[in-house]
């Protein structure tokens, strides 16, 4: 398991930008997959977009397809997500995730996640 810190999160008004990170305790960071969740009250966490160890898969929910783009940074230990032209709907505490597994089909399952930061908070100006 490894430790993971997310930050970025803050106040942004609707079309506005933020870039959330997600930091790891470990160099063997680089082997994991990782996925963003976000999760509203009342609601369960849901999944965001994902990337491999490599950068070269990614996924991303229809919801923000074409607007968040996740990318990683290996030799920093760190996951990314650009959230550009933000809607309301955004708005949630959004959590960073790591598995060990090569995940492919089943990356939208938050189960199968064994590392999760703390969350940090996106909220809606206005």
């Known amino acids: 398991q490894v430790q993971l810190v997310e930050s970025g999160g803050g106040l942004v008004q609707a079309g506005g930008s933020l870039r959330l990170s997600c930091a790891a305790s470990?160099?063997?960071?680089?082997?994991?997959?990782v996925s963003w969740f976000r999760q509203t009250p009342g609601n369960e966490r849901e999944f965001v977009a994902g990337?491999?160890?490599?950068?070269?898969?990614?996924y991303a929910t229809d919801s923000v397809k074409g607007r968040f783009t996740i990318s990683r940074d290996n030799a920093k230990n760190t996951v990314y997500l650009q959230m550009n032209s933000l809607k309301s709907e955004d708005a949630a505490v959004y959590y960073c995730?790591?598995?060990?597994?090569?995940?492919?089909?089943?990356?939208?399952?938050?189960?199968?996640?064994?590392?999760w930061g703390q969350g940090t908070q996106v909220t809606g100006s206005s």
């Open positions: 470990i160099r063997t960071f680089s082997s994991y997959f």
């Open positions: 990337i491999n160890w490599s950068g070269s898969r990614t």
């Open positions: 995730a790591a598995s060990g597994a090569n995940l492919q089909g089943d990356y939208a399952r938050y189960r199968n996640y064994a590392s």
